[in-house]
């Protein structure tokens, strides 16, 4: 970042002095007021519950314009990666900052794929729990359990730890989600198949069966891909700052990659792929397309609670790109599997049409987001709802790490420690019990 050519000057009514406070520029996108020795120099701390105007970091990773509905991954636009490239050469770009040549791609597959297999025990923790259990609360576990089994590689502050606990994780992910689906419908695990492709081995351990052998659908494996593309990394949401936050204290790498799988389950965040195919489910019950008047009009009510789940964003004020090309996406895989009249797929057109007509929702900036279509694929690949957060965690996880590993390698990176404004009891004695 660097210096910008202006200055904050922040003055006070009640005759504290006036102080100065840099502002620096990044490469693209608002500058920041550094704050950083206003206590010092004010003894005031700045006030920003939900960080709506805060910068926790400076990143190179990704870009999100939310007043164009534009988003870029190491400068290259979404668009162009989830047409062009693959998911393993997204990773390699959130990574290491660039897309990989024909033989750079080969050898980081090659890790990758020399890496799915999970350390035999870990079937054990899966008995644990209920058949019914949330896959992410199974997943939680999981993640947060394989610490347990790389004492070789939890030192984050050390480069070559971190590689491998990257390379490790993203290997790792789908065979542990496609373990959390067999142990859910009481199946066999299935082992990866190192010949198929990173989401060509997914669909293989989540649908084929020891009992015969299983193809997997080219359409399916690419429009896979491309929902891991589209999931990868997304700025410091939720989930990515819970991540630099854990990580800051110096914990393992899969300690802080569970904490950001822990908060990604929540129905704000990554937990919105499932609450809204629920969403439009419980719709299509109530009767579907006809139905969606009334149903817009409760989101309104704002005694009803109920919110238009996939729609609206903290960043994005037009349309979210990763929701545009998952309808797309969406839209690909109905027509290949003879399911075009989907019904869920039509609704959700038709809610989108009539909420992005609708004054509550233009005026508030509120469009679909990545949720939107997500679910309708996934569920007409046949991924159980209850798992679509599962599979946002197994994409972002190689945007949680990036993010991690930028904010270790950051020379000037300290343990997050926000203060407070407090609104508590002032000092008061404490009673005997007799004479409380
Ligand atoms: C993800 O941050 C990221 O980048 C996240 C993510 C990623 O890739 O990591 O993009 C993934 O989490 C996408 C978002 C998925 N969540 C949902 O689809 C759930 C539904 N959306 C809302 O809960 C909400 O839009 C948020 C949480 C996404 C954003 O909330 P904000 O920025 O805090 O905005 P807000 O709640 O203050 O809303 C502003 C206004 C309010 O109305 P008023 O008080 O001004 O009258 O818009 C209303 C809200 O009530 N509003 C909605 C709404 N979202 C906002 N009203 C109805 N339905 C909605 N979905």
């Not at 062009?84 to 090659?110: I, V």
Request: proline share 6%; glycine share 8%.
């Amino acid at each position: 970042m660097k210096l910008a050519n202006n200055k904050a000057t922040l003055s006070f009514s009640n005759g504290t002095p006036n102080i100065e406070l840099p502002v620096y520029s990044g490469s693209v996108g608002p500058d920041v007021i550094d704050i950083r020795k206003l206590y010092a120099q004010t003894g005031m701390f700045t006030y920003d519950p939900g960080f709506l105007s805060t910068a926790s970091c400076q990143s190179t990773i990704t870009y999100i314009d939310g007043d164009k509905g534009e988003l870029l991954y190491r400068g290259y636009p979404i668009e162009q990666l989830a047409t062009h490239c693959d998911f393993l050469e997204t990773c390699h770009l959130l990574l290491y900052g660039d897309l990989p040549n024909a033989e750079g791609k080969a050898s980081f597959t090659r890790r990758v794929t020399n890496h799915t297999m999970v350390n035999e025990q870990m079937q054990f923790f899966l008995r644990g729990f209920r058949r019914d259990a949330h896959p992410m609360a199974i997943m939680t576990g999981l993640v947060g359990a394989l610490s347990a089994f790389y004492h070789d590689s939890t030192d984050i502050n050390n480069p070559e730890h971190r590689e491998i606990s990257a390379i490790r994780l993203i290997a790792k992910l789908p065979t542990l989600v496609a373990m959390a689906y067999k142990y859910s419908a009481g199946q066999p695990y299935m082992y990866p198949r190192n010949s198929l492709s990173y989401a060509g081995n997914f669909l293989h351990m989540m649908f084929a069966t020891p009992c015969e052998p299983y193809e997997v659908n080219p359409v399916i494996e690419r429009a896979l891909d491309r929902i891991f593309i589209l999931h990868a990394d997304h700025e410091q949401n939720a989930s990515t700052s819970t991540v630099r936050l854990c990580g800051s204290s110096g914990t393992n790498p899969f300690a802080a990659i569970a904490a950001g799988v822990a908060c990604l389950w929540g129905p704000a965040h990554g937990g919105a792929n499932e609450a809204c195919l629920n969403m439009l489910t419980d719709i299509q019950k109530m009767g579907g397309v006809s139905k969606v008047g009334e149903f817009i009009n409760q989101v309104k009510d704002k005694t009803s609670g109920i919110k238009l789940m996939g729609f609206g964003h903290r960043v994005y004020k037009n349309y979210d790109p990763r929701a545009k090309l998952m309808q797309e996406t969406c839209r690909e895989v109905l027509t290949a599997l003879g399911l075009e009249n989907d019904p869920l797929f039509k609704l959700a057109m038709a809610l989108e049409k009539i909420a992005l007509e609708d004054d509550y929702f233009v005026q508030r900036k509120l469009y679909p987001n990545v949720d939107f279509y997500s679910g309708i694929v996934q569920r007409a690949i046949g991924i159980p709802t209850s798992l679509f957060t599962a599979i946002f965690a197994l994409a972002r996880t190689v945007g949680w790490i990036a993010q991690l590993n930028e904010m270790i390698g950051d020379p000037e990176y300290k343990i997050g420690r926000p203060r407070q404004l407090y609104t508590g009891s002032a000092p008061r004695e404490v009673k005997p019990l007799a004479q409380r």
